[in-house]
Each structure stands twice: as C-alpha cells, then as structure tokens.
C-alpha cells in the first residue's frame, strides 16, 4: 500500500520534470527569445502607461554573448523589485501580470531557457529597490536532487538597474551549437524577425556586439484609396479589451507561370508569402500558408506557388496577457480561442479579395505590373492605416471598421486566356529551328509564335 | 554570361584558376595517394579538367555529369579514359547520388567534389552544396565555384524602379530573399566590387550549417579565389577531415605553399593581363624587381592607368607561372 496514515500520497513535481524534460519541449532558439521576452517585459513594466508614441522603447537594450564555452543575457531594463522576486523564481506563475501588455503567463520561460542551456547559472538582478543574485548550482540542476530551494544574497547596488543571467557553463549540445556560426546567424534572423516591432519601437538586441535589426511587413499601398493602384484589404476592431488588426496584400508583384514552373524543378527564393501573427508585438507565427490563418477554408483557395506575392499579419493587442490566443511555448497559437476565430474570418476576407486577384490576372501578369509600378511598399504597421482612417462599420461590431483592397480588374469585354499544352522535345526544337533558326528557343516562346503566325493568317 | 560559350582557352583567369587547383590537389590528394580518389564535376563539353587531373595528378576514376543528354555525348565523345563515366544528371541529384557514384569504383574511398556553377540560382546551389557536404568523409575535397557579378543581382539602375535605398542595399535585399538563411545578418549593402567576399561569409554559413547536421565533419578552406573573364566568379575549396581521426588534413605541411589560405577572408584575386608573348617574356625578365621597376620595363601602361597597370603586374607576378600561353600555331 502506497501513501502515508492521512491516505495520502505525494502529488507534486519532480525536479527531472522540470530540468530535463520540460526543457525538450523547447527548441534552444525559441528558449533564447523567452529569455529576451523576458527583458521586454521588464522595460513594459517600466514604462507603465506610457507605450503610446514612435519609439517607447528607446533607450531599452538586451545584450546577448554566446559562445561555445559560456552565455550570458543582460538588460537595462528596471531589474526585479523586491515583491518579484520570489514569484520570479518559482516553476509556474501564481497570478497574472495585470495590465502589462506581454505575453509572458506561465512563469516558466526564465527557468526553462537556464536548464535547457546550463549546467550551472547565475541571476544578478539590480533593480530599484534592491540588487540580489540567486544561483543554480550543478548541485541545484541535478535530477536526482530533490532540494528546491535556490541560494540568494544581496548584492551592492549598482546606477545601471537590469538583469543578468549568466550561464558559464553550457551543456554539450548547447556548447556545439553557441560555437557554430550557422546557429548564431539564424538565432539573429529569430530574433529580427520575432521583436520586429519591438524594434521599431525602439528597443534594441544586441547579439555578441552586433545590433540587430527589425524585420516588419512591406506592403504595396497607395497614397490614398482614392488612388487607384494596388493597396492592402485593412480591418480594425477593439474589443473585450483585445484591439485587432488585420491586413493583407502583396508583398510582390504577382508570380508569372514561368516563375511557377521554375520553381517546381529548383527554388528559387526563401518563402516570404503568407499570414504572420504578432500578440503584443512579439510574431508567434511566421508566414502562414495553412488552414490555421484561413488558406483552403470559407472559400479562400488553398495556397499555391502562384499566390506567392499575397502576405499580410493579424496583430493582437492586448493589457491582459489571457486574452491572447497564445500557447505555452509563446511561439505558438491557441487557435481555437474565440477570439482569434473573429480575427480569422476577417483575414480570410483579405486572403480572398487578393486570391481573386492573382486568378484574374493569371496569365496577365506583365500588364498587372503595371498597378505595382504605379505604387510604393509601405511599412504596413507605421505607414498604413486604412481601416482606422477611411475604413466603413462592420454589421455586427460597432467597434471595428474595415476598407477592401478594391483590386484592380482586368478588361472584361475581351479578357486574356491561357493556352497550355506540352510536346515531345525533339518536336519543340525542331519548330524552334523553322521559326527563329536557333532550335534552343524557350517553349513558351516556341507555342506563342506558332499561336501568332496562325492568327495572322485566320485574320 | 559567365563566360561558358567562349572556348577554355580563351579564358586566362579561368585557365589560371583551374592551374592552381590542379597544383593544390597535387599538395593535398597526392601524398594521400591519388589512386584512393574519384574525381566529380560538371566537366563542360571538353572535359578539360578531366584530362587535367588525369594528366597531372593520375586520377584514374574520373566521373561527370551535365543536364543536357547532347552535352553528355560530347562528354563522351571527349572522354580522356575508357573509365571515365559521362552521365545525364542534374546537380541536385549529385548528393543521392554519391553513394552509387563510389559503387562504380568500389576501390576508391574518396572525393573532389566541384560543383561548378555558372548562372546564379543561388537558392538551389546553396541547398545543394550542404546536402552534398553533409556527405562527404574525411579526406575529401569540396571545391564550389559561383557566379559573383553583381549584375546578378540586378542591372545598376534597376534599384531606382524598386524604390530602394540605394544600389547596395538593393543587392544585399535581393540576395537576402535569395538565400536568407546563409546571408549574414550584418550584410545589409553590397557594393560593386563586394559580392564576392560576401559570398565567402555566405558559404562559410552554409558549411556551418552542413557542419551542424553532420557533428565531427570539419571544413578546412584550403583555397579561395576570384577572377573575371566575362562575368566575375568565385571559387572555394575546402579540405574535409572528421574529428577523432589520426591523420591530420590538410597537413601542416601544406601550409607552406605560396596560395595556402590563411582563413575565409583570404580570396585570392585573380586578374591576368592580356600580354603579348614579346611583353611576357619581357616581364618575365624583370621578375625579380619590383611592380614599378616592371612596368618601367615595358614603357607602356598595361591597363587605363599606372595604378591598374600596377595591379595587373603584381598579380602577374604572382600568377605568372600559371600564365596561359596561347599562340596560333601558323604565327
């Protein structure tokens, strides 16, 4: 019989749950960016209400040092005050952050990145109140020690307050990694990618000395909706204390078949279409092309190479960190949140309008071209604002107002037709030979002068 | 155009080029044995690498491949062994491939392996090369050559229609959507003259990352170089060795040759004059002075003015003994 004389049995965790198993659902890029989230927040939390304006962040700065043979995060970003410290430490959150527009609600992503990437570590926080360090020893990170609690002392106080983890001691895959270019290369293109706003809010990362840059959505948009041209379909709505944003466009002009049919055999470009979700500014989902932001549902064709220039974000704003549709692992969505539902059919509106788009034009695209010419890439997040300022109300939904893209449409009266066929290639080179003298011409171009030759003649 | 249509002999810097990677191989796979070794690469219609590494080094085991089925007969047409093997194959196949390529030649245990590319489909090289380094062993030789123009990355006015920046930054965004993974993130313009050292940062990240999927597979460059006879291109050799193994490649003893790169910024330029055989000989009787002394031999300016005259000579004077020496027959 198992349990004590209460009929009791023990029904807490372990200490290897926590460092050596939660710790493999956890991709070490994806540990780094909580680590760096976390230093967002600290700067949230010092700038309280005042994250209106341009450039909030500026001044913020986390500075990351990776090597093969140690790492270390610091920030300048406020430190931990002495009522903190205690829930900081702690594996899970006992209450929320209210107020605080992160996207930090487990408690778990400082201690998770430390076990997924040291065998021992420090914590140095300098913050207004007080300046303290707390310390994993190896002794601390053994699975088989079942002793939580964590050494602290005070520390002297310091001008500049922050946080610094250092780990000095890297585990062996962790080790390999830190000290492989490729490795560091990507972890910077995350980290542009997912605080891009951030950035251009004014924060800053640095990763081993170098500062890195945002990476945010250019879109092709007009001046003005008056103006004709290319421009993306914008929604807005603020509710239950969730502001919304959904916008979608072209990021390119649209892909000629010629482009489709080379890409089929070799690529030729890294991926940018598609839908990204952005909570609280940081991204947690990057260029989407599946049923999760709409593609192949409601009437919205399934993503194919010819939609490559369509991309466009749901943003997600929010004082309440719960009302985000977010995983644990922030890097991932709760999809079945209600909440991000809403969002999705608007977005599907947008991926619709610009889908049509492309399959009108098909076959067309050089005389689109012309639309894109007219028009200019825009930041969509600080230069675009359709919605808010031309936008008309949504049935339904007082707070949301919306603008279509009101894509360009080709001539109806006599419209473009794509002829497609394939014949053997011996067949090909020796029309090619009787029509331009040279037997290597493309196909497509072999087929469209046969079609040419023979309409001169029926005419 | 890289220069593939106009005919090998033709082409002094490439003629240069492939001269020190014959003589690097003869440092780097000669003392190993030459026999171990089967030689890959595209080849051209002539094969003359081929025959080269044949000639030269006595690598028996010679294999080739290209696209286009009549450029393959040609191949074999020109074979310089009964041995050799031709085949209809696309770059992309190569790394499935190799296991069956050794096959052929069961007694060989190792590879040069030159993916020598001429248009810049960049994206599907780069793929290519780590899926093939992936599988290489130690001893191998990976050499990759690409096309580094800058017109590659669009026309010098093409930036102004894009509403970009400026033509610099024009080209780095052009490469970054082209391979993003393997342009270093601090590379954010291109200048005229850049693409090639960027393209170095840009392999060195794609062998971290091959380096990365396979642990204990080392890449060493043993020789980078760049030259231009129509388009610019670049060239980048590596040595592969696996950690744990006794054998130290390349030797230290390699590090002894005049063109040994000392490391991925070390690119070797490449930039032959077009001499006549009198001002060869002329220059070649001047070698042991210095740039200035050499040009003052010559009364004359080899390039538009004295400081590109200058360069042309000092990189004579380093390449000399791999200066092409072409002449018609009848003359």
């Known amino acids: ?459 | 155009m890289s220069g593939e249509d106009i005919p090998y002999q033709l082409r002094p810097n490439k003629f240069i080029d492939r001269q020190m990677f014959v003589e690097l191989l003869s440092r780097l796979v000669v003392p190993r044995g030459p026999e171990k070794y089967v030689y890959v690469s595209m080849g051209g219609r002539h094969l003359v690498d081929h025959y080269a590494i044949y000639n030269k080094l006595g690598i028996e085991a010679l294999f080739s491949f290209d696209m286009s089925p009549n450029e393959v007969a040609r191949q074999k047409f020109n074979k310089p062994t009964g041995k050799t093997i031709c085949v209809p194959m696309r770059s992309a196949d190569l790394p499935s491939e190799i296991d069956k390529i050794l096959d052929t030649f069961p007694r060989k245990r190792n590879l040069v392996v030159w993916l020598d590319y001429t248009t810049a489909e960049r994206r599907a090289q780069f793929q290519e090369a780590v899926q093939t380094l992936v599988r290489l062993k130690h001893g191998d030789i990976f050499r990759i050559t690409l096309n580094a123009s800058s017109r590659s990355l669009g026309s010098s006015e093409e930036w102004k229609t894009k509403n970009a920046i400026g033509p610099g930054e024009y080209r780095a965004d052009r490469l970054r959507a082209q391979i993003p993974e393997y342009l270093p993130t601090n590379v954010t313009a291109i200048s005229d003259i850049e693409l090639p050292n960027v393209l170095v940062r840009c392999i060195k990240l794609a062998i971290d990352a091959a380096a990365a999927l396979k642990p204990g597979l080392q890449f060493v460059p043993v020789l980078i170089t760049s030259y231009r006879d129509g388009a610019r291109m670049l060239t980048v050799t590596c040595a592969v060795s696996e950690e744990g193994d006794s054998e130290n490649f390349p030797t230290k003893q390699f590090g002894r040759w005049k063109f040994a790169c000392r490391g991925w910024e070390d690119i070797q330029q490449i930039y032959a004059p077009v001499l006549s055989l009198k001002e060869q000989y002329r220059l070649d009787a001047n070698l042991h002075r210095g740039a200035k002394q050499m040009l003052s031999a010559l009364s004359f300016l080899l390039a538009k003015d004295e400081a590109a005259s200058l360069e042309a000579i000092k990189s004579y004077r380093s390449f000399h003994r791999y200066y092409p020496t072409f002449r018609h027959i009848e003359d």
């Open chain 1, 1 to 459: 019989m198992v349990g004590d004389e209460k009929g009791t049995i023990w029904g807490g965790p372990t200490k290897r749950f926590f460092v050596s198993m939660l710790t493999r659902d956890i991709q070490l890029t994806d540990a780094i960016l909580d680590l760096v989230d976390n230093c967002v927040d600290g700067a949230t939390r010092q700038l309280k209400s005042k994250l209106r304006g341009a450039k909030p962040y500026e001044g913020f700065a986390a500075r990351l040092t990776l090597s093969a043979a140690s790492f270390d995060i610091s920030d300048n970003c406020g430190g931990i005050p002495q009522a903190a410290i205690e829930d900081a430490f702690l594996l899970g959150r006992p209450k929320l952050d209210q107020n605080i527009p992160t996207i930090g609600m487990y408690g778990i992503g400082m201690k998770r990145a430390i076990f997924k990437i040291g065998e021992e570590a420090t914590v140095e926080s300098f913050a207004a109140d007080g300046a303290f360090e707390v310390s994993y020893t190896r002794d601390w990170l053994n699975p088989e020690n079942d002793e939580w609690d964590l050494p602290i002392k005070k520390l002297t106080d310091r001008k500049e307050k922050g946080v610094t983890i250092a780990v000095p001691t890297l585990r062996k895959d962790v080790a390999r990694q830190f000290g492989n270019a490729a490795f560091l290369n990507a972890l910077r293109n995350a980290i542009s990618e997912h605080f891009g706003y951030l950035i251009q809010k004014g924060f800053s990362v640095f990763v081993n000395g170098e500062k890195l840059r945002g990476r945010t959505l250019q879109l092709f948009a007009t001046d003005s909706p008056k103006k004709g041209g290319i421009r993306p379909y914008d929604f807005e709505s603020d509710d239950d204390g969730v502001h919304v944003r959904v916008t979608v466009g072209f990021y390119r002009p649209l892909v000629r078949i010629e482009e489709i049919d080379e890409e089929a055999e070799r690529p030729l470009e890294g991926e940018q279409a598609g839908i990204s979700v952005i909570c609280n500014d940081r991204l947690v989902l990057v260029n989407d092309t599946s049923m999760k932001t709409g593609w192949g549902d409601g009437g919205v064709p399934k993503y194919h190479p010819q939609f490559r220039g369509i991309a466009g974000f749901i943003i997600f704003s929010a004082d309440q960190p719960d009302k985000l549709p977010i995983s644990t692992t922030k890097r991932d969505l709760d999809i079945g949140a209600e909440v991000y539902l809403h969002a999705r059919q608007y977005c599907m509106e947008g991926l619709r309008e610009c889908t049509d788009f492309t399959n009108k034009w098909k076959g067309m695209e050089d005389e689109a071209s012309q639309y894109f010419e007219q028009t200019k890439r825009k930041d969509v997040r600080t230069e675009v604002d359709l919605a808010a300022k031309h936008g008309t109300a949504v049935r339904g939904n007082t707070s949301a107002r919306k603008l279509s893209a009101a894509l360009p449409v080709p001539e109806r009266r006599n419209p473009m037709r794509r002829i497609s066929f394939t014949r053997k290639e011996d067949d090909v080179r020796l029309v090619s030979q009787h029509l331009f003298d040279e037997s290597d011409e493309k196909p497509s171009i072999v087929g469209q002068e046969c079609f040419d030759r023979t309409l001169k003649v029926a005419k």
